[in-house]
C-alpha cells in the first residue's frame, strides 16, 4: 500500500503515518517527491484497510499497489531516482561511464589501467576483487588486497570505486573500502546477500541474471530496497539465449520497459554482454541511443595477458573513442527527450 500526503502536508502529519505504520509493525518508506510526500508500506501479508490512513491528518489518498514489486515501482515514486556515487550523479540526465580492467590482478595493472583512463574523464573506476568463475580453478581475485589497491585507485585519481561482492562475508569488506557495491549476474537471487546489500548505506549496482525475466530483476532490486536502501541502479549485462556467437545477448529492449514500470536508474554492460571487444564500442552506442543511464566497460592494457575476460577489454585509446561518440549519441537523446516533451 502507498499513502499519498496532500502537498500541503507537514513533517508532523508524515509522522504520523509512519508512526501508525510501524504500531502495525510494519515498515515505512518514506518518498519525497516533487509534488508530494508518499509512505510505501512493506512487511503486510494480507491486505491493509485504506482507511486506517485516510483518516489520519495530511493524508490525501491511501493507495494499492497493483505490481508485486512495490519501492521500485513508478506507482509509488513517479519521479526517477539519481544515485549518487562519488561527485557522480546517475540517473539525473548525465552520461555515466563506469570503466576499468574485470578483475585486479596487481597494483602496476590496476594503476597502468587508472592512468591510461583518468585522461577520458572517467570518474567511476570498476575491478574485481572477488570474481565469481566458472571454473574453481581459474583467478579468483585477490579480495581485501583488491580492495586495498581499489582504494588507492580512487585517492590517487579521484575516481569512485566500483567492486563486486559475492557473499556477505565480502559485502562487509566491500562496504569499507568501495563506493558502490556491485551484486553480479550470479548473485541476482541471492536473497541473504540482496538482503544484506539492502542494509548498507551505499549505493547497490545490481546487475540482471543470466536469465532473469523483467519481473524477477525487479523483484531483486525490491529486497534490497525493503531493507531500507534505496540507492539502487540496476545494469542489464546480457541473458543467455541460442546463440553462441556473443556470450550472451545484450537486451537492450529492457531499458525503456525497466523506465516505464521502474523509477531506478539502468546502465548497460556490452563487455559481457558481448564477450567481444570489436562489439563493445556499437553496443555502448546502441545502449546510449535507447537511452540507457550509462555504460560500464572493460578495459586492460595488455587484454591479451589479462587474467579474466581479456577478449572482451578495450585498449584504453578504444574507451577514449568511446566516451567520444558516446557524448554525441548523449547529446541527440536529450535533445530528442526535451523536444517530445
Ligand atoms: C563483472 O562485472 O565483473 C561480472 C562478473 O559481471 P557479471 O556478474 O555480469 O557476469
Ligand atoms: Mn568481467
Same mark, same amino acid.
Given at each position: 500500500?502507498?499513502?499519498?500526503?496532500?502537498?500541503?502536508?507537514?513533517?508532523?502529519?508524515?509522522?504520523?503515518?509512519?508512526?501508525?505504520?510501524?504500531?502495525?509493525?510494519?515498515?515505512?518508506?518514506?518518498?519525497?517527491?516533487?509534488?508530494?510526500?508518499?509512505?510505501?508500506?512493506?512487511?503486510?501479508?494480507?491486505?491493509?484497510?485504506? !482507511?486506517?490512513?485516510?483518516? #489520519?491528518?495530511?493524508?490525501?489518498?491511501?493507495?494499492?499497489? $497493483?505490481?508485486?514489486?512495490?519501492?521500485? $515501482?513508478?506507482?509509488?515514486?513517479?519521479?526517477?531516482?539519481?544515485?549518487?556515487?562519488?561527485?557522480?550523479?546517475?540517473?539525473?540526465?548525465?552520461?555515466?561511464?563506469?570503466?576499468?580492467?574485470?578483475?585486479?590482478?596487481?597494483?602496476?595493472?590496476?594503476?597502468?589501467?587508472?592512468?591510461?583512463?583518468?585522461?577520458?574523464?572517467?570518474?567511476?573506476?570498476?575491478?574485481?576483487?572477488?570474481?565469481?568463475?566458472?571454473?574453481?580453478?581459474?583467478?579468483?581475485?585477490?579480495?581485501?588486497?583488491?580492495?586495498?589497491?581499489?582504494?588507492?585507485?580512487?585517492?590517487?585519481?579521484?575516481?569512485?570505486?566500483?567492486?563486486?561482492?559475492?557473499?556477505?562475508?565480502?559485502?562487509?569488506?566491500?562496504?569499507?573500502?568501495?563506493?558502490?557495491?556491485?551484486?553480479?549476474?550470479?548473485?541476482?537471487?541471492?536473497?541473504?546477500?540482496?538482503?544484506?546489500?539492502?542494509?548498507?548505506?551505499?549505493?547497490?549496482?545490481?546487475?540482471?541474471?543470466?536469465?532473469?525475466?523483467?519481473?524477477?530483476?525487479?523483484?531483486?532490486?525490491?529486497?534490497?530496497?525493503?531493507?531500507?536502501?534505496?540507492?539502487?541502479?540496476?545494469?542489464?549485462?546480457?541473458?543467455?539465449?541460442?546463440?553462441?556467437?556473443?556470450?550472451?545477448?545484450?537486451?537492450? $529492449?529492457?531499458?525503456?520497459?525497466?523506465?516505464?514500470?521502474?523509477?531506478?536508474?539502468?546502465?548497460?554492460?556490452?563487455?559481457?554482454?558481448?564477450?567481444?571487444?570489436?562489439?563493445?564500442?556499437?553496443?555502448?552506442?546502441?545502449?546510449?541511443?535507447?537511452?540507457?543511464?550509462?555504460?560500464?566497460?572493460?578495459?586492460?592494457?595488455?587484454?591479451?595477458?589479462? !587474467?579474466?575476460?581479456?577478449?572482451?577489454?578495450?585498449?584504453?585509446?578504444?574507451?577514449?573513442? #568511446?566516451?567520444?561518440?558516446?557524448?554525441?549519441?548523449?547529446?541527440?537523446?536529450?535533445?530528442?527527450?526535451?523536444?517530445?516533451?
Amino acid at each position: 500500500m502507498l499513502v499519498v500526503m496532500r502537498t500541503q502536508a507537514t513533517e508532523d502529519q508524515v509522522r504520523q503515518v509512519v508512526d501508525t505504520i510501524e504500531s502495525m509493525g510494519l515498515r515505512a518508506h518514506p518518498i519525497p517527491g516533487a509534488q508530494r510526500t508518499a509512505i510505501g508500506i512493506t512487511g503486510n501479508t494480507g491486505a491493509i484497510d485504506a !482507511l486506517t490512513f485516510e483518516l #489520519l491528518p495530511g493524508v490525501a489518498e491511501a493507495i494499492r499497489v $497493483s505490481k508485486p514489486y512495490k519501492l521500485v $515501482s513508478r506507482e509509488v515514486k513517479p519521479d526517477r531516482t539519481i544515485v549518487k556515487v562519488g561527485q557522480v550523479e546517475i540517473g539525473g540526465g548525465d552520461l555515466v561511464v563506469i570503466a576499468g580492467p574485470c578483475s585486479v590482478e596487481s597494483r602496476e595493472q590496476t594503476f597502468a589501467v587508472a592512468n591510461a583512463i583518468d585522461r577520458y574523464g572517467i570518474k567511476l573506476f570498476r575491478g574485481g576483487a572477488y570474481k565469481p568463475r566458472t571454473s574453481p580453478y581459474s583467478f579468483q581475485g585477490h579480495a581485501e588486497e583488491g580492495l586495498k589497491i581499489l582504494a588507492e585507485v580512487r585517492d590517487v585519481y579521484s575516481m569512485a570505486i566500483v567492486t563486486e561482492a559475492i557473499d556477505n562475508e565480502s559485502l562487509d569488506l566491500v562496504e569499507k573500502y568501495a563506493d558502490m557495491i556491485q551484486i553480479g549476474a550470479r548473485n541476482m537471487q541471492n536473497f541473504s546477500l540482496l538482503r544484506r546489500a539492502g542494509q548498507c548505506r551505499k549505493p547497490v549496482m545490481l546487475k540482471r541474471g543470466m536469465s532473469a525475466t523483467l519481473e524477477e530483476f525487479l523483484m531483486a532490486a525490491e529486497y534490497i530496497m525493503a531493507e531500507g536502501n534505496y540507492q539502487v541502479v540496476l545494469c542489464e549485462r546480457g541473458i543467455r539465449t541460442f546463440t553462441d556467437y556473443t556470450r550472451n545477448t545484450l537486451d537492450l $529492449s529492457i531499458i525503456p520497459a525497466v523506465q516505464k514500470l521502474s523509477h531506478l536508474p539502468i546502465i548497460v554492460d556490452p563487455s559481457h554482454g558481448t564477450g567481444r571487444r570489436e562489439q563493445v564500442t556499437p553496443m555502448s552506442r546502441a545502449g546510449i541511443a535507447v537511452g540507457a543511464d550509462g555504460v560500464m566497460v572493460e578495459v586492460h592494457c595488455q587484454p591479451e595477458r589479462a !587474467l579474466s575476460d581479456g577478449p572482451q577489454a578495450l585498449l584504453p585509446s578504444m574507451l577514449g573513442e #568511446l566516451v567520444q561518440q558516446l557524448k554525441e549519441i548523449h547529446q541527440v537523446v536529450t535533445n530528442l527527450a526535451v523536444s517530445v516533451r
